[in-house]
């Protein structure tokens, strides 16, 4: 399985921009890039994914660098409700993949 | 919104109990996957499944045991509960085939083994 690196941790203030880095330099044609996100005590939930081109929706964007092999999660105002662990992962569709998530990166919302 | 269950929420049980965890979807999904989760550690995954009667060990080893004799029912079951199995226990579920493969997870299911 193509592996994701993320930072431990990082700290935003709230309503300021975060910006949320992911490696993925083994990542191959078919995998698409999904970022989850996990709330204490919750299940993770789902937040964004991609193949190549970036992506927006209601709760984030994703900008996919044009080589592929790095991301970034950007929420453009943190709230305190956004204080999470935010995983990176790589997912091939069809076949018999395992899904792993890996630490994800925790962050801190300052109020 | 993710169709997907797991009960129950909170368990506390004595050793050397039996007890199943619970998971359903109503999503069609083929795959489902059992992860374990300490507090504020990594998800590991201990079970997963392709389809009816398909299961396979994940990544964790796990004394649980796993069946899947309906599309949209995945329960896991420990036949002796001992205080090391305390952790929380989450369900998910993707799509079989398409793309892309999005997961789903329950909201866990929190056993403390006492």
């Known amino acids: 399985d193509a592996k994701t690196t993320q930072p431990n941790s990082m700290e935003s203030n709230e309503e300021e921009p975060v910006h949320l880095p992911c490696n993925h330099s083994t990542i191959s044609g078919t995998d698409y890039i999904h970022w989850y996100r996990q709330l204490p005590s919750q299940g993770p939930e789902y937040v964004i994914h991609g193949l190549t081109s970036n992506v927006n929706n209601r709760m984030a964007s994703l900008a996919i660098a044009e080589d592929r092999k790095s991301s970034t999660l950007i929420l453009h105002r943190a709230t305190l409700r956004d204080a999470a662990v935010y995983y990176c992962i790589l997912s091939r569709s069809g076949g018999y993949q395992k899904v792993t998530f890996g630490t994800g990166t925790k962050l801190q919302v300052i109020p | ?114």
């Open chain 2, 1 to 114: 919104e993710a169709d997907i269950y797991q009960t129950p929420r909170y368990l506390v049980i004595g050793t050397g109990k039996k007890i199943t965890l619970e998971c359903s979807q109503t999503m069609g999904h083929d795959k489902m996957y059992w992860y374990q989760q300490d507090p504020g550690m990594e998800l590991h995954l201990i079970h997963y499944s392709y389809g009816v009667n398909s299961t396979e060990k994940g990544d964790l080893s796990s004394e649980s045991t796993v069946s899947r004799i309906r599309t949209e029912h995945f329960p896991l079951t420990l036949e002796s509960a001992r205080p090391s199995h305390t952790s929380q226990y989450l369900c998910a579920s993707s799509r079989g085939t398409g793309r892309p493969n999005t997961i789903y997870f329950g909201e866990g299911s929190w056993l403390t083994v006492v």
